[in-house]
């Protein structure tokens, strides 16, 4: 596309936004000067689960807030866990703790392998869907499921069933795997490890058709000092080298609702916020498994990602990092020392941050005296990731001035799927129409 001076209107709106979860209109509109405007419309339907949430009790709060979303959903679970347990004062054990880090992983290997293989990948290749990707590149979409199907059966065997948790509660769990379970669940993951390997060479050594590098960005991701953390973290931390406690956080993210769009925009103390697999890379890139660690340097990665396609290879990174943290623990965990504990209702106030396969994830509970919830506030990775897309777009868009409407049009999706963002979630085509002026 030519700037000639003539406006030109890219409204990503002939038909849904291809391969990501939920509903989303891009508008971007071009000039001469460069870009005019960029608007992430978030268009799917509210769905009020905080509003669906007060008045329930405690217990059933983990449950429901499960059900939010198909693909999160064991994040959801664990962080409402977290949030509730921190408010009624129950500090879970080390085995609970470490058998709830599982289904994280368990999260993180499914989404990853879903989005990495299923929805960025046919960009990669030229095809419009995995399906016309499976006639030329078979062995690629049977490994990418292998590794979903790993993520679901780890999920199953923690959580009571693939999605949508059941064991996960309150005080601890309502049944601990059997040893022959989860010994059937190392066998998997130690086969598991090629496949792993084989999709971070796949993903290093794919192109975009241009960078996406903004140099302001800032990322951040939950914290704990020696850890590569996915739940339990210590507070949120920023690669300008901040750090806040999960309480703080909650204080000092603010979001502001925008009349184009159903979805809150967010920001930390002011400033556009990326989180996601590229941020936990960039923030605790040392404390990944030695493993995953030893693979970035041996691909030259750095301390630090800068183009946001590198969201992919992150991912890739983590498959590698969840296998072998999974592995390490399943062969240390003592299941005798986990014991579901009776938690009493009372009034209190809770914040649970974690990482969702996409970022931050944070709730935050207030409990009365009955253990019935009168406040809560959700806020998902993919509203915070909102306003760095559209930065990203101002800021890169411009470097495809010479390109063709279609070339620009799928350049805007695959940088949007790089992002992996869940709309639904965030909600509290791409239509392509070129209007010149």
């Known amino acids: 596309?030519?700037?000639?001076?003539?406006?030109?209107?890219?409204?990503?709106?002939?038909?849904?936004?291809?391969?990501?979860?939920?509903?989303?209109?891009?508008?971007?509109?071009?000039?001469?000067?460069?870009?005019?405007?960029?608007?992430?419309?978030?268009?799917?339907?509210?769905?009020?689960?905080?509003a669906m949430l007060m008045g329930r009790l405690y217990k059933e709060v983990p449950v429901l807030a499960s059900r939010i979303?198909?693909?999160?959903?064991?994040?959801?679970?664990?962080t409402a866990t977290e949030a509730i347990e921190s408010a009624l004062g129950f500090k879970p054990s080390e085995g609970i703790m470490l058998l709830r880090e599982l289904l994280a992983h368990a999260d993180n290997i499914y989404s990853h392998a879903l989005h990495l293989y299923l929805l960025a990948l046919p960009d990669y290749y030229g095809f419009h869907d995995v399906v016309e990707m499976a006639s030329k590149h078979m062995d690629?979409?049977?490994?990418?499921?292998?590794?979903?199907?790993?993520?679901?059966?780890?999920?199953?065997?923690?959580?009571?069933?693939?999605?949508?948790?059941?064991?996960?509660?309150?005080?601890?769990?309502?049944?601990?795997?059997?040893?022959?379970?989860?010994?059937?669940?190392?066998?998997?993951?130690?086969?598991?490890?090629?496949?792993?390997?084989?999709?971070?060479?796949?993903f290093q050594e794919l192109s975009p058709p241009a960078n996406a590098v903004r140099g302001s960005s800032v990322y951040a991701a939950i914290y704990k000092m020696t850890e590569y953390p996915l739940v339990y973290a210590e507070g949120v931390a920023t690669d300008k080298g901040d750090r806040v406690s999960k309480e703080e956080f909650s204080k000092r993210y603010t979001e502001t609702s925008l009349p184009y769009s159903k979805a809150k925009f967010g920001s930390l103390d002011s400033d556009v916020v990326t989180v996601g697999a590229m941020a936990r890379y960039n923030i605790a890139r040392?404390?990944?498994?030695?493993?995953?660690?030893?693979?970035?340097?041996?691909?030259?990665?750095?301390?630090?990602?800068?183009?946001?396609?590198?969201?992919?290879?992150?991912?890739?990174?983590?498959?590698?990092?969840?296998?072998?943290?999974?592995?390490?623990?399943?062969?240390?965990?003592?299941?005798?020392?986990?014991?579901?504990?009776?938690?009493?209702?009372?009034?209190?106030?809770?914040?649970?941050?974690?990482?969702a396969p996409r970022g931050i994830l944070m709730h935050h509970y207030e409990l009365d005296d009955s253990g019935k919830v009168k406040f809560v506030n959700i806020v998902t990775p993919t509203s915070i990731n909102v306003a760095s897309i559209e930065s990203d777009l101002r800021t890169t868009v411009p470097i495809l001035n010479n390109t063709s409407n279609s070339e620009l049009t799928s350049y805007i999706e695959m940088l949007i799927r790089a992002y992996d963002p869940c709309f639904s979630c965030s909600a509290h085509s791409l239509h392509v129409k070129v209007e010149e002026s």
């Not at 979860?21 to 000039?31: P, Q, R």
């Not at 979303?69 to 664990?78: E, N, R, S, T, V």
């Not at 590698?320 to 299941?335: A, F, G, W």
Request: hydrophobic content about 40%; overall charge positive.
């Open 286 to 355: 040392g404390n990944l498994h030695p493993v995953a660690y030893k693979l970035s340097n041996e691909l030259g990665l750095g301390n630090r990602l800068t183009d946001r396609f590198q969201n992919n290879t992150a991912q890739a990174i983590e498959l590698v990092h969840s296998i072998e943290r999974s592995i390490d623990i399943l062969d240390n965990v003592n299941l005798n020392g986990i014991k579901r504990s009776t938690v009493f209702p009372r009034a209190g106030n809770g914040v649970g941050i974690t990482e």
């Open 69 to 78: 979303c198909g693909i999160c959903d064991y994040a959801h679970a664990l």
């Open 140 to 202: 690629a979409v049977k490994r990418g499921m292998r590794l979903k199907a790993l993520g679901n059966y780890m999920a199953t065997v923690i959580g009571g069933r693939a999605t949508m948790n059941l064991a996960c509660v309150v005080g601890g769990f309502t049944k601990v795997p059997r040893k022959d379970e989860l010994h059937a669940v190392i066998e998997r993951l130690r086969k598991a490890r090629e496949d792993a390997r084989i999709t971070v060479d796949l």
């Open 1 to 50: 596309m030519k700037y000639t001076g003539k406006e030109l209107s890219v409204d990503l709106d002939t038909g849904l936004l291809a391969r990501v979860e939920g509903h989303a209109d891009i508008y971007v509109k071009l000039s001469q000067r460069g870009v005019v405007d960029v608007h992430v419309k978030v268009v799917e339907t509210a769905r009020f689960f905080e």
